[in-house]
């Protein structure tokens, strides 16, 4: 069960996150229970990990080598600290400020920091969709047979 909710969530967050509306987070409730704590993280492990730092006035996600790839990360518009560890490699960025999506690629290098230019990323035009136009339509499909 987890790990399909877990690729429902990362699926709904990349879609919802070129919409008008913005990114949606759907949730799910578990009860842990048990003998001891459970270890969610330990960044301190692995010394080998390059830093990407992302810039301010935008939300963040960050997708494993492509914009369609996993996601690794999310830096909210209003968060202090906007910096993630990251294994090295190629990333995806894409960021939702007022006005623009902006989506671009980027290499984190181990033991490195990396700091995403705010003009380097692509602005993407954000198109409004009517509401009104998806209700006509959903009406017109699955109204069942008609007499002519």
């Known amino acids: 069960m ?3 909710f ?3 969530r990362e699926q709904t967050i990349l879609a919802s996150s070129r919409s008008l509306a ?3 987070h759907p ?8 003998r001891s704590e459970v270890t ?8 080998g990990r390059g830093r990407l730092t992302l810039p301010a006035d935008a939300t963040y996600l960050v997708m494993r080598g492509s ?3 996993g996601i690794v990360g999310e830096i909210g518009a209003g968060m202090k ?3 993630l560890s990251l294994r090295p490699g190629g990333y995806a960025v894409r960021g939702r400020a007022r006005d623009a999506l902006l989506e671009g690629l980027v290499a984190v290098v181990a033991n490195r920091e990396t700091v995403v230019d705010p003009d380097r990323p692509e602005r993407v ?16 499909m699955g109204s069942g047979p008609h007499q002519g």
């Open 2 to 4: 987890a790990e399909a």
């Open 6 to 8: 877990a690729h429902t």
């Open 22 to 24: 913005g990114t949606q």
């Open 27 to 34: 949730t799910f409730h578990y009860d842990v229970r048990g």
């Open 40 to 47: 969610v993280t330990d960044l301190g492990s692995d010394k």
């Open 67 to 69: 914009l369609t790839g």
């Open 81 to 83: 600290h906007r910096t």
């Open 125 to 140: 035009e954000i198109i409004p969709i009517r509401r009104h136009d998806f209700e006509e339509e959903r009406h017109t």
